[in-house]
């Protein structure tokens, strides 16, 4: 079906404003992804995946201004030994960046490897060629032809030391795009963190290959600038008892659209994807997620808990394709939202497609106001209504964060949230 005129002129006033990179071993898939972009056209309100957010200042040719933003906070997980890598409004930092080298791992940045031969040529755009299948997703190819940087991580063992991919912004104006490649090798393992605002528009895609019996742990933790806007893609593909855990906290922010999209191939994989989003007055928040179960004896688990107030909005659009050979499915999905006034809204897009008969798959998705019942409990005890709001917000969201494995890091989040909250009091 040929595309509306309006959705050709609005993505090629997109690709006009950007410039393709040129030279090295993703040429061939840039050109690909630019192909499918025009085939696809940018998306639009009118498209089943983009009908609760509006993605027209995420698609448009000039990046909306965002003012910057000082918090007065370090990185969330400044406390942790970690390898740091710097980016600022998109431009790696190396005077900020640690050395990029590590024991049992290689990390080279995108715009500097131009070996024909490199490992990084076999998934540069491969997982988020196959996410483009049942569902459409332009932004992640967008991305893929015109992200002139990034990371590409190779993990051969057990690392020790989280790498942890730091965010600035510093430009009222800036438009970032970045593309990373993680490639865990059998029996290896790595933790990879994120953090900070990035920049006034930023689009990210992270391709993430987790081979037989590798673990792969990831932890975000996005904000505060209240005005930024970010589209961020996690492609991930997962070998025989492998295991991939992500989990994402956002706080303020006008827009942010997060997906993560998982194809389960290997036998007694297990994928735990969730996150958590505090949000507030202009603040609207979308997270989409699509895993693909196409093998046998494999567990998932989406937990996505949002807080909203003051008008926000939350978005949550989950589903768990189960393919007819993947028997003995464990699927698990909720999706909660915690209104703290009557002008804010969470809309939900549950789903499950089940073509095996041997499986156990659930979802769930509630929306609802503070329980009165323990909100009475802890006044009639002495706690004053605002810190007793805030004790039985974080018992809410305690199931998403729960789904950190490093205790440290669980920690941190929290605390980032208590800070949300405290600053509100009063």
């Not at 729960?402 to 669980?410: P, S, T, V, W």
Request: glycine share 8%; charged share 25%; proline share 3%.
């Amino acid at each position: 079906m040929a595309l509306p005129q309006l959705k050709i002129d609005a993505t090629e006033a997109r690709i006009a404003a950007l410039e393709l990179p040129q030279g090295g071993w993703a040429d061939a898939a840039r050109r690909d992804a630019l192909e499918r972009v025009r085939a696809m056209g940018l998306p639009g309100t009118r498209d089943e995946y983009w009908k609760y957010t509006d993605p027209r200042s995420l698609v448009q040719a000039d990046a909306p201004t965002a003012s910057l933003f000082d918090g007065g906070e370090g990185p969330i997980f400044g406390a942790i030994d970690a390898l740091k890598i710097v980016f600022t409004d998109g431009v790696f930092d190396a005077a900020e960046s640690d050395d990029l080298s590590g024991e049992n791992l290689t990390i080279e940045r995108l715009a500097e490897s131009t070996a024909d031969l490199h490992w990084a040529r076999d998934l540069y755009g491969v997982l988020e060629n196959n996410g483009q299948t049942p569902v459409q997703r332009p932004l992640a190819a967008l991305n893929t032809a015109f992200a002139n940087d990034g990371v590409l991580i190779h993990v051969t063992g057990k690392v020790e030391k989280p790498i942890y991919l730091i965010y600035h912004h510093r430009s009222e104006n800036s438009d970032a795009m970045l593309h990373h490649l993680v490639k865990v090798e059998q029996g290896a393992s790595v933790t990879l963190l994120e953090s900070g605002p990035a920049a006034a528009r930023f689009n990210t895609c992270m391709e993430v290959d987790v081979a037989d019996g590798a673990e792969f742990h990831h932890v975000r933790a996005q904000g505060r600038d209240h005005e930024r806007r970010a589209a961020t893609h996690v492609f991930g593909r997962l070998g025989t008892e492998s295991v991939f855990k992500s989990f994402t906290l956002t706080v303020n922010g006008v827009l942010t659209r997060n997906e993560v999209v998982l194809e389960l191939t290997g036998d007694d994989a297990t994928a735990h994807v969730a996150g958590a989003c505090v949000g507030d007055g202009e603040f609207h928040h979308d997270d989409t997620v699509f895993i693909t179960h196409d093998a046998v004896n494999c567990e998932s688990r989406q937990v996505f808990k949002k807080v909203l107030r003051n008008g926000a909005t939350g978005v949550f659009q989950g589903k768990i394709l189960v393919k007819p050979d993947a028997q003995k499915t464990d699927g698990y999905q909720i999706s909660q939202s915690l209104l703290l006034d009557g002008d804010s809204q969470f809309l939900a897009k549950p789903e499950l497609e089940i073509y095996a008969d041997d499986v156990a798959c659930s979802h769930g998705s509630t929306s609802g106001a503070i329980d009165e019942e323990a909100l009475f409990y802890l006044r009639s005890r002495g706690v004053p209504a605002d810190i007793a709001t805030n004790l039985l917000t974080l018992a809410f969201l305690a199931e998403a964060v729960d789904e950190i494995d490093d205790e440290a890091l669980g920690e941190a989040i929290v605390n980032r949230i208590e800070g949300w909250l405290d600053r509100r009091i009063g």
